[in-house]
């Protein structure tokens, strides 16, 4: 069983990861424009207002993804935000900014 829940994953994640692309390093700080200006509407994000979250949407927190590395791999994280998804429909993030939104999610887990 433990084999079969490995290979979905290694399968999931290399129909969506781009195996073996490598990102450039990324910024925390570079993150906050853009997390400002799209991730605020679904995520609660530290440091950032709440006013903008639309709670329907039931997205997790930032704090949420930092804190379970384990269920919210970088590698996951990156697929993720390579695919359109709602409300970013139509809005494309580039290897640079996929980098700095997981670096500024790092930032976070260092924060404990």
Do not use: W
Not at 68 to 95: E, T
């Amino acid at each position: 069983m433990k084999v079969l829940a490995g290979f979905v994953l290694v399968m999931l994640l290399q129909g969506t990861a781009h195996a073996g692309e490598v990102l450039p390093a990324g910024r925390a700080e570079a993150a906050k424009p853009l997390i400002a200006e799209q991730c605020i509407k679904c995520h609660v994000v530290p440091g950032f207002p709440t006013d903008r979250v639309q709670p329907a949407v039931k997205a997790p927190s930032f704090m949420e993804i930092a804190d379970n590395p384990a269920r919210y791999p970088d590698a996951q994280i990156a697929a993720f935000l390579r695919q359109p998804h709602y409300p970013m429909k139509g809005f494309v993030l580039s290897k640079k900014d996929i980098a700095n939104i997981i670096a500024f999610i790092r930032s976070l887990r260092e924060r404990h």
